[in-house]
């Protein structure tokens, strides 16, 4: 009787510490979308100064922080171009990956990107006509067809864009992020990932 009585309060003390570890179980993937998103409304805000305390500190290294946001503010806070930024989320986070002494996990994301170029005075309508052609065919060859159009009466170029970033930890309590933009940057890359993240570099197009 005392047999079959330890063994019931070690299976329901098995039990009970299972469940607990089970509940507890931290959802990192949660994490770093919470994480990510935060530093995507302080880009969509504009306020270049918080957003970069959610990136990677080596990537300072490279490029000073001071730098980041003063080019930052000069890009987006200008009479020459005006770039907004809407509706910024994540679509989806992979597991984290543990290479050598860290945590890796790839973040998918994607907003819409509004262009406004300024006006240009006593322009024939057969020029810009050409210059907004010329412009359009560019961001379409970079981003898509279907996900590139111009809104004739706001002049802005509307742009529906996704994008890659991976969130890196020591611990998986802290992330910090390094966005992967669309030119290759493999040098970068290779300083700031394990190889096996680093993206492929493109080929150079062949010429006769």
């Known amino acids: 009787m005392k047999s079959m009585t330890k063994k019931a309060i070690i299976t329901v003390l098995l039990l009970t510490f299972g469940v607990t570890a089970f509940a507890q179980k931290?959802?990192?993937?949660?994490?770093?979308?919470?994480?990510?998103?935060?530093?995507l409304g302080y880009i969509e805000s504009k306020d270049f100064e918080k957003?970069?305390?959610?990136?990677?500190?080596?990537?300072?290294?490279?490029?000073?922080?001071?730098?980041?946001?003063?080019?930052?503010?000069?890009?987006?806070n200008n009479e020459e171009?005006?770039?907004?930024?809407?509706?910024?989320?994540?679509?989806?986070?992979?597991?984290?990956e543990k290479i050598a002494e860290k945590y890796y996990a790839k973040v998918m994301y994607g907003n819409n990107l509004f262009?406004?170029?300024?006006?240009?005075?006593?322009e024939a309508d057969d020029k810009r006509t050409l210059r907004i052609r010329s412009v359009l065919t560019s961001f379409q060859m970079k981003y898509g067809a279907d996900n590139v159009a111009f809104n004739d009466k706001t002049n802005f170029f509307e742009i529906k864009a996704t994008h890659e970033a991976y969130a890196v930890s020591a611990d998986q309590i802290t992330w910090k992020f390094l966005p992967m933009d669309s030119t290759n940057n493999s040098n970068l890359y290779k300083k700031l990932l394990p190889a096996k993240l680093v993206p492929a570099e493109e080929e150079a197009p062949a010429t006769e």
């Open 26 to 39: 931290k959802d990192y993937k949660k994490d770093i979308k919470t994480a990510f998103e935060k530093y």
């Open 51 to 76: 957003s970069t305390d959610y990136l990677l500190p080596e990537l300072f290294e490279t490029f000073p922080k001071e730098k980041m946001v003063a080019v930052l503010n000069e890009q987006f």
């Open 81 to 96: 171009l005006e770039i907004n930024i809407k509706n910024a989320k994540v679509t989806e986070v992979e597991e984290p």
């Open 115 to 122: 262009i406004k170029f300024p006006e240009r005075e006593k």
